[in-house]
């Protein structure tokens, strides 16, 4: 199956979530999106349960191989597919806004300690 849209248009709304509803709202909603693609039987993202359950999120136009991508670019331990922390890590790097933020804060915490120990 061909991809109908060869450069998927996605919109990073992370930063937007994570301002909104801070930390722990951005992971509560993280939890509720991989519930929302989660084979319920195997309590993990799977090939089939993440094609079956798309559409819900607005990703039904994604072909075979661009799935095939994301679960490969999440699944850390090489099963095959994603649990809840491996799709959360993933939502996190695929935001790239986040990830600019997160090395920002990280500077900042080391700078603090560095001058915190002098």
């Given at each position: 199956m061909a991809s109908q849209n060869p450069e998927v248009n996605f919109h990073d709304y992370l930063p937007i979530m994570a301002n909104k509803?801070?930390?722990?709202?951005?992971?509560?909603?993280?939890?509720?999106?991989?519930?929302?693609?989660?084979?319920?039987?195997?309590?993990?993202?799977?090939?089939?349960?993440?094609?079956?359950?798309?559409?819900?999120l607005g990703l039904q136009d994604l072909a075979d191989e661009d799935?095939?991508?994301?679960?490969?670019?999440?699944?850390?331990?090489?099963?095959?597919?994603?649990?809840?922390?491996?799709?959360?890590v993933l939502m996190f790097r695929l935001s790239p806004e986040l990830m600019e933020g997160s090395k920002l804060w990280l500077q900042e915490v080391l700078q603090q300690e560095i001058q915190d120990s002098v």
């Open positions: 509803l801070g930390g722990d709202g951005l992971i509560d909603e993280l939890c509720n999106g991989f519930n929302l693609l989660m084979d319920s039987d195997k309590g993990v993202i799977t090939f089939d349960s993440l094609k079956r359950n798309s559409a819900s799935l095939r991508s994301m679960l490969r670019q999440g699944d850390f331990d090489g099963d095959g597919a994603l649990n809840q922390l491996e799709f959360c």
